[in-house]
């Protein structure tokens, strides 16, 4: 378990009974939110390391698949924490906070950080051009519904709402699977990295029973954390003076992804760009295709109403211009410090003014 | 005549007498439209050819100019006729639907069709960085007018926005004649496909006689039809429940493209990705630079009123994301199945919006 | 002084008498606009070439910092005079009308009229790369403030309006001292030009007293006839029925930036494409990135309120737009003439719809 929470966050696992012990003594709602964020994080790491551990077992193929499934497994089961409580605005928050902080706050970091131990840094630019333009039609599907809300916000079309964004997820459900068909088959050519295989090289190998037993109890500890976390977000909110909205896309989309992201950093720092683009990258895409689709079907079962993708309009902007700027930053297939720096001031721009906004 | 109609489309033409017998027996408008609609696709594709035999007699100057006149002749033709019947945001939903059909539809078909067959399709990276930046400039240029209807909608700016129209399309047929001569003249260069020559190479040559007289005959049965599918037009959209942005941004679009959109794809199953994209990309400049301009200035003659090329904000939207995807899309000069299924689904996703919008 | 005047403006240095007998004659305000005008031309370059003679005291860092520094001080002078005079709107719009001149309408007429002499042109990506991200992050950052005004105008958010606006202002200083950081220390080799070293080579020295000198007295002209040009501006606007944002955007920008321009264009008539591009892209980003934050924060000193950085929504458009056709146009390092015709129609069109708008 040490190797897998190597780059020292597996103490970050003391926040668990920490949060359960301030949760009992009804202490103050941002120590709750802090405390069971940090303990996510490890988590989050955790259930990355059993699949990786399972997929060993499974070849190739389906190994990609349990990768990318449960890639984003944390955010998915804080997204489905919030779901129930029927936080819609903030699950959208979450979603737009978690794309926002791996093209942005990630990529610029693994770029900064890289580009500081080395001049230049090259990478394969044919998986950044499918990643890009993923990430285009994503964020064009998720501006159909918000665009299609706002049109008709004084009319009474809620029906069509709901179906119109009942077949949009089918449809981007349909997309993703055939995006996992044509990137684990057919054209697994364009996704080999140059710089060596995923991971370390001499990790141990768990037995299967450990790493299932390992991915059960990690994700029930999640689930368990993040209802503790979603549970106090809104109060943590109100006691600091931010928006649920602000609450979302910063403080929750960072702590789900915070465990790829700092793969994706060292990768950065080991100089295997490839590896630390397709993490962020790949991530995103994951969340915009599969996560936001999969919620919204969800929400018809678990939570008290459908939960449509209707952004606020300046998350949908945002997302936009983040879309295009991470595909022109990374499109030529070599990185230096600035391009991180470029990258984070953006997304401390887009932070500050979200912060800013009374309610959006 | 058959082997210009060549890929199974010439008995089509059955649907000429039948259109005009379901008229005269006011058979049920949707029945009309589609007839005539059928019609319209071998008849679109006798045009062209007899067009591609007329510049076989003028040299290559000439004959280019005529292709490129000529291309988007039916598009042009039907969309005279709902000018002619003042149905101006029919109009310019078909022009924005034939944007959207030729970008999105035609070539991700294109590009699926090509990709089931060949794992990775080649073609010439220059002439596309021409086609994507006139499409944007096209777009850019389109939502001037667009922009300023909405910002002066409240006051009584009508002068200032018939002027500012009428310059915008004297601007953009500036544009397009220089394209034109570009295009022909100094760049022929940058347009060379590297898979041969356009269409196929042991077919008949027409006398000129023959080429003239089909191409008048051709373009009479055009217009005709047009009268029948345009007159057919909102009423199928009420009998089927459809707004008549959808009827002209999905139905009347592809029928006017039809057949080139055919042509495109089955170059592409060819190999011949050159052709196939400069044909769909080729056709959505003209239509942008050429067709809708010549429009603005035909409504001083031709309709009740002039015509302003003010989109629909979701239309616009659309428009600029098109042209942003296909350019990312299309941009690295290799193609693959799966670029054909993005594109493919943002079409797909467009239209299903437009679809539940109850009216734009 | 005639060599660094040598593209034939020395004489219009004549404006300055005239523009000061006209004001003292109490002339129209169209007549002292236009006089004061072109005056600033000649001083203007009069301003650039002495920064490049103390840059040949200093060493290439601070040379290089000195120019980038110095190369829009008319600008800024034409904005501080502005500012003092409360006109924030004027400000804003020379500002917008800056990057669009530069990005569209020098690097235009550079490509064409090096297009009709040189079949193609070719320059380096590296440089243009950078260039292209750092004006989108830039609009982008403008876009924030902006953004946030529409949002929140019917609220009482000035407070934190004002605070953001100062933020950001601070924020995208710090990304421009980096960015002269990058340009100049840590990766030089980037925006070497292929093509040769900056300005003409045989050019003569001035002593360092000269040079300072002559950049004292040019800034002081500078200053002064900025005085008569801004106090004009209004009545000018009024007496040709043409609003101040017109005015700003159109003349106040070409005035400021004619200097550079032209040296551009004849850059580009060289067929130092290099030269030329980096000067108009590095021309606008320091607009956008060093000029309008220290403007804002000026403003809490010199002006009678505090100027925030919100566009009038046509702008931040036609500002995104410019900048993505920029990038897309001068992305693939070989220009010709018709990109010059794409550019400049560009222009064209958007300045037909801000003369043709009521009042933004």
Not at 32 to 39: G, R, V
């Amino acid at each position: 378990m040490k190797k897998i929470l190597k780059p020292g966050i597996h103490w970050l696992l003391i926040f668990i009974p920490i949060s359960i012990f301030l949760e009992k003594t009804h202490a103050s709602a941002p120590l709750i939110f802090f405390s069971a964020a940090l303990s996510i994080v490890p988590i989050a790491r955790l259930i990355g390391g059993s699949t990786e551990q399972l997929a060993k077992y499974t070849g190739d193929a389906v190994g990609g698949l349990l990768n990318a499934t449960f890639g984003n497994f944390p955010e998915l089961i804080i997204a489905i924490v919030a779901l129930k409580a029927g936080l819609h605005g903030m699950v959208l928050a979450s979603l737009a906070g978690a794309i926002l902080a791996n093209l942005l706050l990630a990529m610029g970091v693994s770029f900064l950080v890289g580009g500081t131990k080395f001049h230049n840094q090259d990478y394969n630019v044919t998986s950044i051009r499918v990643y890009s333009s993923m990430m285009l039609i994503a964020v064009i599907s998720l501006t159909i519904p918000s665009g299609f809300h706002l049109l008709t916000a004084e009319k009474p079309a809620l029906e069509n709402e709901n179906t119109l964004n009942l077949y949009l997820a089918v449809v981007l459900l349909i997309g993703y699977v055939l995006y996992l068909f044509f990137m684990i088959k057919t054209h697994a050519d364009f996704f080999k990295s140059e710089s060596g295989g995923h991971g370390d090289e001499h990790e141990e190998k768990w037995s299967i029973t450990r790493a299932l037993i390992t991915l059960v109890v990690a994700s029930v500890l999640a689930a368990f954390m993040s209802e503790l976390l979603v549970g106090a977000a809104e109060e943590t909110g109100q006691v600091l003076g931010m928006s649920s909205v602000f609450i979302g896309v910063i403080f929750l989309a960072i702590v789900g992804g915070a465990a790829e992201s700092i793969s994706a950093i060292s990768m950065a720092a080991k100089n295997k760009m490839d590896l630390s683009i397709s993490i962020a990258l790949g991530s995103s895409i994951q969340i915009a295709l599969f996560v936001a689709p999969a919620l919204v079907i969800m929400s018809l079962f678990v939570g008290p109403s459908q939960m449509n993708l209707t952004f606020p309009r300046p998350l949908l902007v945002g997302l936009f211009m983040a879309v295009i700027l991470a595909a022109m930053v990374a499109g030529d297939g070599r990185s230096n410090w600035y391009k991180g720096v470029q990258l984070i001031l953006i997304y401390l721009i887009m932070g500050m003014m979200l912060y800013f906004i009374p309610t959006i």
